[in-house]
């Protein structure tokens, strides 16, 4: 069962446009979301995260909106830049009662010079 | 940012034979550690959680004797995949929180690529 979705498994965009990837999941119970950023052969690398107590979260050209009601959030990129091209896991946790991470299965964002 | 290590990087080996991986936190203690595999193009599968000083703790269908975990330290846990057959070529991905920082986030491994022929 998969408790977090990526539905878009790829995308393209330009060079200087907003890159948005969007992360739906099921369990109520999540309070903790975490965006990472996969190249090839490497392991993933933390981009940014949000807690359930907050809607939204930047860190320079990276934000992440969560809308609980919906069990929804992306991650915004803006502008984008050809080395974003990788892909992007959203995973998430009840933060304080397990270690268990839920990925979703990723979206692959390519990036057009 | 705090860094994960993991070894080796790629291994090639015989069916029948067995594969250690090491995962090692360079800058910060992890009291726990999570080891992944990664099927192309899905999602990353939490096999275990390896705690230090104590059993792992095994996800549903991951088979212990087949994939066994020792965190003899607070900066080493060790994946071993014993006889290794064809089927269990993969991805595989450690990861770790700093066990002092408490801020959720987990550090990542560079990933091991198992080759089994």
């Known amino acids: 069962d998969q408790q977090v979705k990526q539905n878009s498994p790829s995308l393209s965009v330009q060079e200087g446009r907003i890159s948005i990837l969007n992360c739906d999941y099921t369990?109520?119970?999540?309070?903790?979301f975490l965006w990472y950023k996969k190249y090839p052969a490497e392991g993933p690398t933390f981009l940014i995260s949000?807690?359930?107590?907050?809607d939204k979260n930047e860190d320079g050209r990276f934000t992440v909106f969560l809308n609980k009601s919906a069990k929804h959030l992306s991650l915004h990129i803006v502008p984008s830049q050809p080395g974003d091209s990788a892909v992007y896991f959203c995973?998430?946790?009840?933060?304080?009662?397990?270690?268990?991470?839920?990925f979703g299965t990723g979206t692959s964002l390519t990036v057009i010079p | 940012g705090a860094v994960v290590s993991q070894h080796p990087s790629w291994v090639i080996c015989k069916s029948g034979t067995s594969v250690k991986i090491e995962c090692r936190s360079l800058d910060f203690q992890a009291t726990t550690m999570f080891w992944y595999r990664q099927f192309p193009k899905q999602s990353l599968m939490l096999m275990a959680t390896?705690?230090?000083?104590?059993?792992?703790?095994?996800e549903q269908g991951v088979e212990k004797d087949k994939f066994l975990i020792n965190h003899a330290s607070l900066t080493l846990s060790t994946l071993t995949v014993t006889s290794a057959h064809p089927e269990d070529s993969s991805f595989y991905i450690c990861?770790?929180?700093?066990?002092?920082?408490?801020?959720?986030?987990?550090?990542f491994g560079e990933g091991s690529r198992l080759t089994v022929l």
């Open positions: 390896s705690n230090e000083g104590s059993k792992a703790t095994y």
């Open positions: 369990n109520s119970m999540f309070d903790y």
């Open positions: 990861s770790a929180r700093d066990t002092l920082a408490g801020t959720g986030e987990l550090f």
């Open positions: 995973a998430a946790n009840v933060k304080n009662t397990g270690n268990q991470f839920y």
């Open positions: 949000i807690s359930s107590i907050k």
